[in-house]
């Protein structure tokens, strides 16, 4: 594409957050806030601290993405949301206990002023926690129909030039697609008829594409994935992308197996478990929001094995995910992985894994990195399903007939070689070197 064409990020960039008191969403936001100020630095933000590559390595021609492409600016998010507790940034941040209470007092007066509007609840879809700040109507459409007013005013009192959609909400109970899902005017009638399969993260979606805006689903539930929404963001002219951050257990899944499948070492087994205690952790207590989080993990490893194609090296292989609720543990996840392999004339061996991480500190940069390549994408006219940030999804959006990548280094490729398709770079193959 002719780079010239790429609108500026002129002005103000809404972000707008559905699940503004989540752990993740305090954390990105009182991060972004202390990075302003120079007290601390975005670690793990690949757009803020990553570079790319440009020409052939003897050039050694390494800017900054940030340098790079034309993102927004970290001054100009302006950040807003909705969520289902009454409580302002500081105060869910302080309960989150994610950041210290030192960190969060730099930044307090400007988490205090940001408050949620009423979100948009239906226990059925997050049957362990209990909605008190909740929109009231009719119908479902009619909430959209609130939604959208929320986003008009948004923009308009914060002098916004654009705005970008994200659900960091809680992981809603597992549905699959059927007739309701699969048109735009099904979809209207369907929430003008509060059909049990139109989810708040739908609502959502469907509020900030027809006002013209990007939607981001963080979460592993059936959101802009469903053909209604998927059609209504090409018809807009909108992108979209999710689903589910790529953090903690997954992202070692995303780079171990290629490793086993680069060098031809069988897998046998692969038994994953992990011990959370934040308000995702009690989300997923429940069997039914469990099942949609167990499809996005169980999904990596087929994606990547290809065990049609290596029926002796990964036909046979057993796959459990467990996620335990365990409340002492907070927002510092504790992943454990049991890795049984097979190498020379099947002799076996193990891999043991265990990441302590801290769940909201690895997703906050991936919130802000998509927010702004979802800015990005949007003014240079990209629509539709956006597979090239795949990179930051445990369980990739792709278009209909194809496969999703689920390899972080491919990803990676991909995601590198759009930034430089859209700065009319050359992509980088490692051809030139290996041909010289």
Partial sequence: MNNSEISKPKGKLGVLIAGLNGAVSTTFIAGVLSVRKGLGKPFGSVTQMGTIRLGNRSENNFPF?????????????????????????????????????????????????????????????????????????????????????????FKNENKLDRLVVIWCGSTEIFLTMNGVHSSLSMFEEAMKSNHPDISPSMIYAYAALQEGFPFINGAPNLTTDIKALTDLALQKGLPIAGKDFKTGQTLMKTVLAPMLKARVLGLSGWFSTNILGNRDGAVLDDPDSFKTKEESKLSVLDGILQPELYPDLYGKYYHKVRINYYPPRGDNKEGWDNIDIFGWLGYPMQLKVDFLCRDSILAAPIVLDLVLLMDLAQRCG???????????????????????????????????????KIMNEEPVTHLEEALS
Wanted: negative net charge; glycine residues 6%; aromatic residues 12%.
């Fill in 65 to 153: 993405i940030k340098d790079f492409v034309p993102l927004a600016g970290l001054n100009d998010l302006v950040f807003g949301g909705w969520d289902i507790r009454n409580e302002n940034c500081f105060e869910s941040a302080m309960e989150a206990r994610v950041l210290d209470r030192s960190d969060l007092e730099l930044v307090q007066e400007e988490l205090e002023e940001i408050q949620p509007m009423p979100g948009v609840f239906e226990k059925r879809f997050v049957v362990n926690l209990n909605g008190e700040y909740v929109k009231k109507a009719a119908n479902k459409f009619e909430l959209a129909e609130q939604l959208r007013s929320d986003i008009r005013n």
């Fill in 382 to 420: 990209f629509k539709g399903i956006q597979d090239w940030l795949s990179f930051y999804f445990k369980s990739p959006m792709h278009s209909a007939g194809t496969v999703p990548e689920h390899d972080l280094f491919i990803q990676q490729m991909k995601f590198k070689n759009t930034l430089r």
